[in-house]
């Protein structure tokens, strides 16, 4: 690398702390609104702790202690929903990209080989949500599905395969195939091969699947939306209807707000790279 | 997707085609659960949506009963309500003024909101390319947004921009006080973000991009980093300066990776609801109304599923149509690209 000028050094650093102040900016500002009373809100901005507010841990006691109960319940659906289709989504999605990556298909019918099948896979992630919850509400509604944590399951590990067939395809296909060639020659099964040589070594795409899988449920919002309305309420859908309450509690929203986000930005922070890699991966190769 | 056909499968075990009765099970074993679940929850909803969307389901039969009798050509079970097949919903779907405001808004957000995310997202990948003290740090708190729950992000957003309370809204009456003082003129400035029609659009890109930019970032620095030295180190000898870098080599090796990392928003574009719904509720008016967010009313607050399903059905075409016209523009222009370079 070439040497910088000083004033473009200077240049460089203004546009990085700007664009930094901006990103956080923001999570500043949700998290000290949490800690302020309704009038420090209310009236004008307040910006620092104990210097222009004082700040009280009345709302974070309400949600977690009072209201508990209720917290706990949205929280645990969310996280029930995503987990589950996110352990759904790794198996049915490592099977499949093994299967594309291993054997020969062929559908006659519609002279369909490995890559269409492959195609017709990842070409369901770009459907449009909009343009299948209808049917699913009528097909769920029939099947008594509304409202329930499988119903929301279900949805979820749908649009989840794709990304997870397409990412596990590509990482088997990296793989050397002689070592469960010479597990086989021992005459370990297929099935075998498989579970004890095969899949501990895709731990890495594993781990991106499932993140990518568990974050894709926890965000989702229209299908949460769509088909659950008491029970099965998961938190995004639970945090947009508190905007619909009289006035806007901007103190519970934040709160709620961060506790939601937590478990994602923790997941983030901690496997950085395992989601830098998902996307890139399905940025390269898609 | 363009690259599909240069990823191989490795041969299987028996490459001379006399598979083992074990392998020609397993095969279809390990297939199968996938196939079967996108055959039942994606292929059959789809061609049950075109069902729906070709009859007068609701979910009250009193609300179907108030609009004017169509003609019929048999009737069919929805919901526990009579529902007749009639082309009704696709015959409303031209006249229907709030949705084509609905798809003209959804135009905007792909187009202005992609175009902001893509040039900033170029900005900082490449200032994120260069070297200097802090680049960890930097690019972590960069990716910080995108780690947000869409309606956190909404949220959030709704807290910056708002017109009474938040600390954009004090600068902004910061400054016209000062103004009024410097001048001796009555100067306020207040921008609506929120509550202006003209305005509230570009406020949901705003919100949008803030959360986006971070993909795009992390995208084109992966394409960037991919770029070897040496070239830009023949370019610099033979002369030439930084936009000709830009211009002549940057910008070419990154154009594959920018072509994905576009389409991939946009089609994530044509979604956009959960912002919207936080943020405006389509509001003021229709004004910031999203596809999606029509489909959503018309479903659960009109509980008019048949008109619902059409719509979905008109985002489904308008995507296919962008995604069909996108791949065959960026394959003309790489394939351009190749034969300059």
Redesign the interface.
């Given at each position: 690398m070439r040497k910088r000028s000083i004033p473009a050094t200077i240049g460089l650093y203004v546009i990085l702390l700007l664009w930094a102040f901006i990103c956080l900016f923001p999570f500043y500002w949700m998290i000290t609104t949490s800690f302020k009373r309704p009038l420090d809100v209310n009236r004008v901005p307040r910006y620092i702790p104990f210097v222009d507010y004082q700040p009280v841990t009345d709302h974070w006691e309400f949600l977690l202690v009072d209201e508990q109960a209720k917290t706990w319940r949205y929280f645990r659906n969310s996280l029930i929903a995503a987990s589950a289709s996110c352990v759904l989504s790794v198996i049915i999605g490592s099977m499949a990209g093994y299967g594309l990556s291993r054997f020969k298909y062929y559908w006659a019918r519609l002279g369909w080989r490995n890559d269409n099948i492959a195609f017709w896979i990842i070409s369901q992630r770009f459907l449009p949500p909009a343009a299948v919850v209808i049917p699913f509400i009528l097909f769920f509604n029939f099947l008594r599905l509304i409202d329930t944590h499988i119903g929301l399951i279900m949805a979820y590990t749908v649009f989840n395969i794709p990304f997870a067939v397409w990412i596990m395809r590509d990482f088997f296909n990296s793989l050397p195939i002689d070592l469960e060639e010479s597990a086989r020659v021992d005459g370990a099964s297929r099935w075998q091969a498989f579970l004890r040589i095969v899949l501990p070594l895709s731990a890495p795409g594993l781990v991106t699947v499932a993140l990518f899988s568990f974050i894709f449920a926890w965000n989702e919002f229209l299908f949460a939306l769509m088909l659950t309305n008491f029970d099965a309420i998961t938190m995004p859908v639970y945090l947009a209807g508190m905007k619909s309450t009289k006035g806007i509690d901007w103190w519970y929203i934040s709160a709620l707000t961060l506790i939601m986000v937590a478990p994602v930005m923790l997941i983030g922070l901690f496997l950085q790279r395992y989601i830098v890699r998902g996307l890139a991966a399905g940025a390269l190769k898609g | 997707?363009a690259?599909?056909?240069d990823?191989k499968?490795?041969p299987?075990?028996s490459e001379t085609g006399q598979e083992s009765r074990?392998?020609s099970i397993?095969?279809r074993?390990?297939?199968s659960?996938?196939?079967a679940?996108?055959l039942v929850?994606?292929i059959?909803?789809?061609l049950?949506?075109l069902g729906?969307s070709v009859t007068t389901?609701q979910r009250s039969a009193s609300a179907a009963g108030a609009e004017a009798p169509a003609p019929t050509v048999g009737s069919v079970m929805?919901?526990g309500n009579p529902a007749d097949f009639s082309l009704r919903n696709y015959e409303r779907l031209p006249t229907d003024s709030r949705l084509l405001t609905a798809i003209r808004n959804t135009l905007f957000y792909v187009i202005v909101g992609v175009t902001v995310q893509y040039c900033i997202g170029l900005?900082?990948a490449m200032?994120l390319q260069?070297?200097?003290v802090g680049r960890r740090f930097?690019r972590?708190?960069?990716?910080?947004?995108?780690?947000?729950?869409?309606?956190?992000a909404?949220?959030?957003?709704r807290?910056?921009f708002d017109s009474?309370?938040?600390?954009l809204?004090?600068f902004q009456r910061t400054i016209g006080t000062f103004l009024s003082n410097l001048t001796g003129l009555e100067v306020k400035i207040s921008v609506p973000f929120i509550t202006d029609p003209g305005v509230a659009p570009f406020t949901m890109v705003l919100i949008d991009s803030?959360q986006w930019i971070?993909?795009m970032t992390?995208?084109l620095l992966?394409g960037l980093q991919a770029i070897p030295?040496e070239v830009y180190e023949a370019a610099r000898v033979d002369g030439a300066n930084a936009r000709q870098l830009f211009m002549r080599i940057t910008f070419p090796i990154l154009l594959p990776?920018s072509l994905?990392?576009i389409l991939?928003r946009s089609?994530e574009m044509?979604?956009l609801?959960?912002i919207i719904?936080?943020v405006t509720?389509g509001g003021p008016g229709t004004s910031t109304e999203s596809?999606?967010m029509y489909?959503?009313d018309t479903?659960?607050s009109f509980g008019n599923?048949g008109y619902?399903?059409a719509?979905?059905?008109v985002?489904?075409v308008m995507?296919i149509i962008f995604?069909t016209v996108f791949l065959a523009i960026s394959r003309r222009l790489t394939r351009q690209q190749l034969g300059v370079g």
């Open positions: - | 997707m690259s599909l056909s990823i499968p490795l299987p075990a074990e392998d397993f095969k074993v390990f297939l659960p996938a196939v679940v996108l929850f994606s059959f909803p789809l049950w949506s729906v389901c929805c919901l900005l900082l200032l260069q070297e200097f930097f972590l708190v960069f990716l910080l947004p995108m780690m947000l729950t869409p309606v956190a909404g949220y959030v957003g807290m910056m009474g309370i938040s600390p809204a004090q803030w971070p993909f992390l995208l992966a030295d990776i994905t990392a991939i089609l044509f979604k609801v959960d719904n936080v509720g596809l999606v489909v959503y479903a659960l599923y619902a399903a719509m979905g059905f985002l489904l995507v995604a």
